[in-house]
Structure formats: C-alpha cells, structure tokens
C-alpha cells in the first residue's frame, strides 16, 4: 500500500470541539485508486476526523494533503471543487426537494466538463430505483433509497475522493448489497478514491484494500484487509 501516490495524507491531525480534545495526532494515507477504511466503535473520532478532511472542523495541529496541495484551511466548498465528495452519517437528503432536484443540487460544485443531462443518465444507470422515483419527494424514500440518493448526489460530478461515512448504518440488506457491488465497481475500475467509515465488518474488508482502526482519537491498529488479525479488529468495533 505504502508505495502507491498518496491522494489524501493526514499527518499529526489534532482536533477538538472546545477544551475537549477529539483526535490526537492522527497520520493516515488513502492511495489513488484505492478504498481505505476507518473503523472504531462510536465515538472514537471517525465522523470527526471526516468533518476535519471536509474542512467543517478546523484542527488545532497537523495537516491535510490532497494531490501534493496543503488545504488544512480550505473552506469546504473549495474541496468541493477541488474534488471531494461526502456522503455523511445519516445520508442528508434534501427532505422536501424531488429526487431530480437533489441530484442537481449535487452538480452546484461540478466543473462543467460533463452536461447535467448526461451526468444525471449516468446516475439513473447507476441507480435505477432513482430513475423511477425522480419525481418523488426525496423525505418520502426509505431509509435505503435515501443513501443511494445521498450517494448518486456526491457521485454525480465524478469526485476524484469520495467520503462515505457509515453507508450501511439503518439499511437493509438487499440494499446494502446493492451499494458493496456499486463501490467495488468504482474501485476495480478506479473512478474514484475512497475513504470508507464502517463498522459492518464483513462489508469493511469486503471491500478495502487497507484499514485503520481508532480508539480514543488515535489510530491503533492498520494493515492491508487480508495482512490484519480480524479478531483483534473485532474487539475494537465490537460494543
């Protein structure tokens, strides 16, 4: 893993929300090209590190790299731009806009190469589900059909980095499935970078090339899916 080109590098990443440290010097690498995974149980600093990589959280110390770039004090729109997609925890849909309309909302920070029309077939291709409910008010999906919707909306500008943060969390199986096939997908065909925050462990290594495990802001444990001790990993996700 370590001798492929870094998109992404954390390095010595110190994040807190007031007097309350959250992440201690925290160094990862997502190689282009490739999944990366960060697992731990609730609580140990995921989502905040994701934030942080957003640029919705500014560090105390450390740094943030994409493509040789220091963007540490970017503004999150302008790693929109640059070519980050972020689905959050708990999807984020746009309750009272149509499926249609979400999907557009997700081509603000496109960089015009690809005309709306096609990027949106591409997702209806991608999605068919989406497709046949293009018209319905996204607050009316299931809980399954708003993830493909949060996913379709950070894909449909083709990011170069995409940041999923708990996709399988509250979903069902079958749509799960649906997602794993989609992601491996991206990856064997290297459309896109990912980092992945995940406790479903089977979907974890299913689909990553290298893992880091957190406890208490820090990382403690990382190799490649097939090199790590799968029980140790269990008793760090496990609640």
Known sequence: MRYQESLLTIRNLTVGYGQSMVLNDVALDVPEGQVVCLMGRNGVGKTTLMKAIMGQLNP?????????????????????????????????????????DNLLMGLEAADGTESRSAALDRMYELFPALKTYQRKVAGTLSGGQQQQLALARALVRRPSLLLL???????????????????????DQQETTILLVEQFLDFALGLADYCYVMEKGSIVLEGTARDLDQNLVREYVSV
Do not use: K, N
């Open 165 to 187: 943060d708990e996709p399988t969390e509250g979903i069902q199986p079958s749509i799960v499935q649906e997602i794993q096939e989609l992601l491996q997908r991206l990856r």
């Open 60 to 100: 105390r110390a450390g740094q943030v790299m994409f493509a040789q770039s220091d963007m540490t004090r970017w503004p999150s729109h302008r790693r929109a731009r640059a070519g980050f997609g972020y689905v959050p925890q708990g999807r984020h849909v746009f309750p009272y806009l149509s499926v249609h």
